[in-house]
Nanobody
């Protein structure tokens, strides 16, 4: 099935920035989305941002609007999540997902292994 390759996680101080990348081999956003989810211990997986419909539709969680930006390369198989003004509440394992819609985890059938983001105060 589809392989998703994630990168860009790391550890930063509050107020800092990180950029996450996800490459989907053999896949192009067309009728569905590529997206980022996150999950911290003891919490359910949360949809963060999604880019859909050939790049024409975007979704963001309310908690990240104005701070995070999702974008894609011209080939529409590589999405970037630019995360600015990070705070400790953003600490989580971030997962790339593909072939779904919106910010509902159950809608996606392809997932990456995740990349850890840690924000210290």
């Amino acid at each position: 099935q589809l392989q998703l390759m994630e990168s860009g996680g790391g550890s930063v101080q509050a107020g800092g920035s990180l950029s996450l990348s996800c490459v989907a081999n053999g896949y192009r956003i067309w009728k569905n989305c590529m997206s980022w989810f996150r999950q911290s211990p003891g919490k359910e997986r949360e949809g963060v941002a999604a880019l859909c419909a050939n790049g024409e539709v975007k979704f963001y969680a309310d908690s990240v609007k104005g701070r995070f930006t999702i974008s894609a390369t011209s080939t529409l198989n590589n999405i970037t999540l630019q995360m600015n003004n990070l705070n400790p509440e953003d600490t989580a394992m971030y997962y790339c997902a593909a072939k779904g819609w919106g910010l509902t985890a159950g809608a996606y059938d392809s997932w990456g292994q995740g990349t850890q983001v840690t924000v210290s105060s």
